[in-house]
Structures are given as structure tokens and as C-alpha cells.
């Protein structure tokens, strides 16, 4: 059974950093683009990133360059997104999802609804 679990998520002051972790099973992780996004309450759901199978292509959405950081470590099927300078406004629930069939680019991070598997999710807090 194909399974992405994120874990990492919690409450951190503003400026502070947090890594968030995809694990994936039931499946080997690099046969798979993944992409990280986010919903806050109230708002549309936000592609953050994306990675491609070998990790050598990566996309972020404007309001995380430069703060964020997506790698995979295919040997440990798992992906980690590092979240550095953290705002308020990065207060949300993070899902991973993966592809087979995807390429990551601006497109594939923006489209969520293109993406085959998901997680539950993790929730990240940051408080002013």
C-alpha cells in the first residue's frame, strides 16, 4: 500500500526553523516527483516545491524562496523540506505528494489536484 507520512511540523516563533520530513511506503520514493504544499484555513491550497526523481531539479513558489530548502534522500525514501525565517503567514498544514508521471516545474508545483498520492499532512505554527 502506497503511504507518505510528514512529520516535523510544530509551533515555532517567527524567525525560527523547522525541517519537515515526507517518509514514504510501500513504494520506492525515487521512481516519484514530490511536491510539498500548504493550506491555511481559509485559503486555497498552496504548492510550495517540488523535486524531481533524481533531486536535481527544484521549483518554490515566491513566498518560500530563499527561506526554504526541498532535498530527498532516495536511499531513506524520504524527502525533507527546511523552513528557515519563518512568518506568521507560513502558518498552515503541509502535505507531501508524489508522482509518477509528473515533472516538476511551476506548472506540476501549482497544480495539486495533478498529484497521485498524499499525506495526511503536519501542521506548522508560527507565532509572532
Known amino acids: 500500500q502506497v503511504q507518505l507520512v510528514e512529520s516535523g511540523g510544530g509551533l515555532v516563533q517567527a524567525g525560527g526553523s523547522l525541517r519537515l520530513s515526507c517518509a514514504a511506503s510501500?513504494?520506492?520514493?525515487?521512481?516519484?516527483?514530490i511536491g510539498w504544499f500548504r493550506q491555511a484555513p481559509g485559503k486555497e491550497r498552496e504548492g510550495v516545491s517540488c523535486i524531481s526523481r533524481s533531486g536535481s531539479n527544484t521549483n518554490y513558489a515566491d513566498s518560500v524562496k530563499g527561506r526554504f530548502t526541498i532535498s530527498r534522500d532516495n536511499a531513506k525514501n524520504t524527502v525533507y523540506l527546511q523552513m528557515n525565517s519563518l512568518k506568521p503567514e507560513d502558518t498552515a498544514v503541509y502535505y507531501c505528494?508524489?508522482?509518477?508521471?509528473?515533472?516538476?516545474?511551476?506548472?506540476?508545483?501549482?497544480?495539486?489536484?495533478?498529484?497521485?498520492?498524499w499525506g495526511q499532512g503536519t501542521q506548522v505554527t508560527v507565532s509572532s
Open positions: 510501500g513504494f520506492p520514493l525515487d521512481y516519484y516527483e
Open positions: 505528494a508524489a508522482d509518477l508521471q509528473l515533472v516538476c516545474d511551476s506548472g506540476a508545483r501549482r497544480l495539486g489536484e495533478l498529484w497521485q498520492y
